[in-house]
């Protein structure tokens, strides 16, 4: 199952090194801080019940502790299940066949698996449409993708809040929130990757907590903090941290004192293409004239309709 890869590509964003080493300090305490994980398995359990197919071998990506054979599907939906993370330390947890693999570079053959599912993992990627080409590559013709990643509204209060007590206090702004891919980008990157029937929607989340404070600990506890390239590297200052919380509450705080936040999950799904799928029609090919269907009288353009 084993095929050797070319390296990711020279762009890089994000520690992959340091993000590894954040997932496995939030291993040990991960179920606390699972429910958006656990939320995109139920939708995947979902929308795999609605297809009309079974998977004799699945892989889960990213999988944190086992997402995929948590989801509680029916047995026989899907025969066996691989689990793979970029943490050792975060894979030992689950069960079943697991193993550390970095979904920058997966370690499998072409035609490998029926069913390859993603959740909250592949916003991590320095190169998103490579990591995409790697899993459609790894699919069986006619297998099938689904994947989950945050998108660009994603905690957009903290990064507003962050970034006004640094120019206020610091005189400068530094990277601190990842960026994410925006919904309407989705579509033509899973196109340029090589996926047939793409589809792309999102689910917005909106969590509340006591404090900014709490809502970074919730972080911390997810293994989602900051490990972009150009952070910088000092640890934000006391002073700091404390006027982005008071912002957060003075610009977004709730009548009842909390503070909200917003998580945007952009749901993908595609499959390895394969001749008994839809094909679009070629321009041309169509019997029935669209004037015709909409029961219209056809003009050739520029020409002005009389005046009745």
Known sequence: MMRAMQPASAMLVFDRALHARRRARAAAGFAAHD????????????????????????LDLGSHRGMLAETGLPA??????????????????????RAAADEERLPFRDGSFDLIASALSLHWTNDLPGALIQIRRALVPDGLFLGAIF??????????????????????????????????????LLQRAGFALPVVDADRVTVRYPNALKLMTEL???????????????????????????????????????????FEIVFMTGWSPHESQQKPLRPGSAKMRLADALGTEERPTGEKTPRS
Do not use: C, H, W
């Open 76 to 97: 026989g939906k899907i025969g066996n299940i691989v689990a793979t993370d970029l943490s050792p330390a975060m894979i030992a947890r689950g069960k079943g066949i």
């Open 35 to 58: 429910f958006l994980v656990r939320r995109v398995a139920d939708e995947f359990a979902d929308r795999l019940m609605a297809v009309n197919r079974d998977f004799p071998l699945a």
């Open 151 to 188: 998108g660009g509204d994603t905690l957009t209060e903290l990064r507003q809040s962050l970034g006004a007590a640094e120019i206020e206090l610091e005189g400068g702004l530094s990277p601190r929130v990842s960026p994410f891919v925006e919904l309407r980008d989705m579509g033509s």
């Open 220 to 262: 911390r506890g997810m293994g989602e903090t900051n490990v972009l390239i150009e952070r910088r590297r000092t640890p934000l200052r006391r002073r700091t941290l404390i006027r982005a919380a008071e912002i957060y509450q003075e610009k977004f705080g709730l009548p009842d004192g909390r503070i909200p936040a917003t």
